[in-house]
């Protein structure tokens, strides 16, 4: 078993592992920006290392920096959570050759999954069903009108880095196809680096159905059941739960079976997600994986009794998977709302800023995953999530009641949060009811704008 781990990440999830660690007996360090001094996980951690000015780019995306600070605390591994370096095969690459382990697959298996276009190829080859589209990246315009033709309107154009919800275009005719195909080229360059794209035919109003994946370095491969995250509002997940109200006991087998298949093909280990559209008629397609621990990860974790982050240290130091996860029983029925410092009642805009009261709800089947506090100032650099509410009940009746009831007792003051907006959606006869897809959030946000005005005197919160 590892002595030392590093975090390279910050927020709820560098916090996260900082707590499995703890349990596990391993010591942990966590690496901060200038703007994350005051930071939970800094404070939480065996030791912290600064690693750099507040922009991503000059600090928890510097891999040299990072490597330096693992060296100096002289650790085993490091757990890059997600976003930042989590899904960057050289980031893998350099800290094995520094002998230092990744927590998370191989350099090459992320190379062959974390490429939505090379990801799309092993699906077809292992006959999982993907949604028609190119073959590849597309080089050009004039190309990509072809494929548009050959595949019919409506298409998305979708950055092969992509990530995020960013770099996605929709197009229903030849000029907004053009239009759209350099509007995605340029902000995939601007956000990944990496100007590729490739064309996918668009499904309409799908449901965003997930796999969980964890995989031994001993040849086992299990799925955790899936979770639904159609509640998106421009292609970021908002409330996820698990299991999906959708999926029946045949199908779960079926999908499961496929993204399990994939896995083995690529030789993947540690744990990560296969994600697909499903559609009424219960056809499903492979979108892309994640090849690393994903946000909602929580739920899936109520609802099967495991520990996904410690089996992911586990993994990694060499050993088998533990019983509950090589065996897995699910036992209820759970949701996540990620609280995002964002204003609903002005689109959306981000909210940071210094939070004078932060109270959140207790009581039976709650969890709280963050790393914010009375008195934390939410910096502007980052991403906006301060919070994960995760509730669980033995039925998804209980389950949306109890969530009900944490929204309203969950005081943030100082800034704007999503927390009313995400109570009118689980309140709403749609969730309730089981039948959402992907494109009811926006639904909600143009025409059911009397639901969704501020209460009288302006937001409570
Ligand atoms: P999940 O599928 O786990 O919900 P998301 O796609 O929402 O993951 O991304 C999780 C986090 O990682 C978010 O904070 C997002 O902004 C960030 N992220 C995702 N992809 C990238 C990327 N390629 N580069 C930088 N950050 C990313
Ligand atoms: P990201 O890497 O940003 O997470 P994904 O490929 O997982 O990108 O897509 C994110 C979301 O975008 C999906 O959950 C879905 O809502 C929407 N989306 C992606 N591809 C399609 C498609 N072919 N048809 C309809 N919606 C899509
Ligand atoms: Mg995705």
Do not use: W
């Not at 001094?37 to 991503?56: K, N, R, Y």
């Amino acid at each position: 078993m590892f002595g030392k781990v590093l975090i390279a990440n910050r927020g709820e999830i560098a916090l996260r592992v900082i707590r499995a660690c703890k349990e596990l007996g391993i010591r942990s360090v966590a690496v901060y920006s200038d703007a994350d001094v005051d930071s939970l996980h800094v404070q939480l951690a065996d030791e912290a290392i600064c690693i750099g000015p507040p922009p991503a780019s000059e600090s928890y995306l510097k891999i040299d920096r990072i490597i330096s600070a693992a060296e100096i605390a002289d650790v085993d591994a490091i757990h890059p959570g997600y976003g930042f370096l989590s899904e960057n095969a050289n980031f893998a690459e350099v800290c094995e050759s520094c002998k230092i382990k990744f927590i998370g697959p191989s350099a090459a298996a992320i190379r062959a999954m974390g490429d939505k276009n090379a990801a799309r190829q092993t699906a077809v080859k292992v006959g999982v069903p993907v949604c028609p589209g190119s073959d590849g990246v597309v080089a050009d315009e004039k190309e990509a009108l072809k494929i548009a033709q050959k595949i019919g309107y409506p298409v998305i154009i979708k950055a092969l880095a992509g990530g995020g919800g960013r770099g996605m275009r929709i197009a229903r005719n030849d000029p907004s196809l053009v239009q759209g195909f350099h509007a995605a080229r340029v902000e995939a360059e601007k956000a990944f680096g990496d100007g590729g794209v490739y064309i996918e035919k668009f499904i309409e109003n799908p449901h965003h159905i997930e796999f969980q994946i964890v995989a031994d370095s001993h040849g086992s491969v299990v799925h955790l059941g899936e979770r639904d995250c159609s509640l998106q509002r421009r292609n970021q997940k908002i409330i996820e739960e698990c299991p999906s109200p959708l999926v029946d006991e045949a199908l779960r087998r079926k999908m499961g079976r496929a993204s399990v298949k994939l896995c083995e093909e690529v030789g993947y280990e540690n744990v990560g997600t296969i994600e697909y559209l499903l559609d009424d008629g219960g056809n499903f397609y492979f979108i892309e994986m994640n090849t690393r621990i994903q946000v909602e990860h929580p739920i899936t974790e109520e609802v099967f009794g495991v520990d996904l982050v410690k089996e992911q240290i586990l993994i990694a130091s060499g050993n088998r998977l533990t019983p509950g996860v090589a065996n897995p029983r699910p036992r209820h029925h759970a949701i996540e709302c990620r609280i995002n410092a964002e204003d609903p009642y002005n689109n959306f805009q981000p909210s940071p800023g210094r939070i004078e009261l932060y109270y959140t709800p207790g009581g039976r089947g709650v969890r709280i995953d963050s790393h914010v506090y009375s008195g934390y100032t939410v910096p502007p650099y980052y991403d906006s999530m301060i919070a994960k509410l995760i509730v669980t009940g033995s039925t998804r009746a209980s389950a949306m009641n109890r969530m009900t009831r944490c929204l309203g007792e969950f005081l943030v003051k100082g800034i704007k949060t999503t927390i009313p907006f995400q109570d009118v959606l689980i309140r709403s006869a749609e969730f309730q009811r089981g039948r959402y897809h992907t494109g009811f959030v926006e639904e909600v946000l143009n025409s059911r704008l009397s639901d969704f005005s501020p209460p009288p005197g302006g937001p409570l919160l």
